[in-house]
């Protein structure tokens, strides 16, 4: 790891610094009723632990879908090609403001169970076949953070796929808020000519045109 990247990931002052010694040791002690030790987060930017601490509260409960397919992949002996390194995502989830970081990480631990709704309306959402109402549900805060992590990074992402398509069958996995929107991946790929329908959804719903 470079010093550049060492830099966007870590930082010397430590949450407990940035979330106040008392508030730090309430999160710590939720986190450990959840099996999680924030100290082993202690010295990454709050983006990130944001991240990390989601991944293990939900994993709990939930095979995260990512792993699941990554692992039935290789089960499978199937190539597996990613769209963009983690090089690349790390500067893009640092243009996230650290308010908006503390506010749900603070959140998260506080009330883990407000994530569990939030998650299951989310799941509802794309069981249902509507993956204009999840990308409403998913939106960021502000117009240049959905144009950075969503938009630009979409419109980017149908060439490489495109041109994998040209050579054989392909299964790709992005994250839901990806699919809808103006630049949301089913409009682009509409866009390029293809059709677009639901697999294997048991309510029979059509994904909106």
Known sequence: MTKEEENLQFFKEGLDHLLGADLYKKLKANLKKESISLDSFKNVKLALAFAGIVSQIFSKNHLPVDVLIFSEALKNKKKIIGLETLKFQIPLLMLIPEINSASNFIQLIMDPDHGSTKFNK????????????????????????NEKLLDER????????????KKEICFMAVGAAHLGGENGLLNLFRNQGFEIFPIGNNKGTKVNR
């Open 122 to 145: 989310m799941k509802d959402i794309y069981i249902a076949g509507n993956p204009e109402e999840l990308f409403q549900l998913s939106k960021l805060p502000t117009k240049e953070l």
């Open 154 to 165: 979409n419109i980017n992402w149908v060439p490489v796929v495109l041109g994998h398509l």
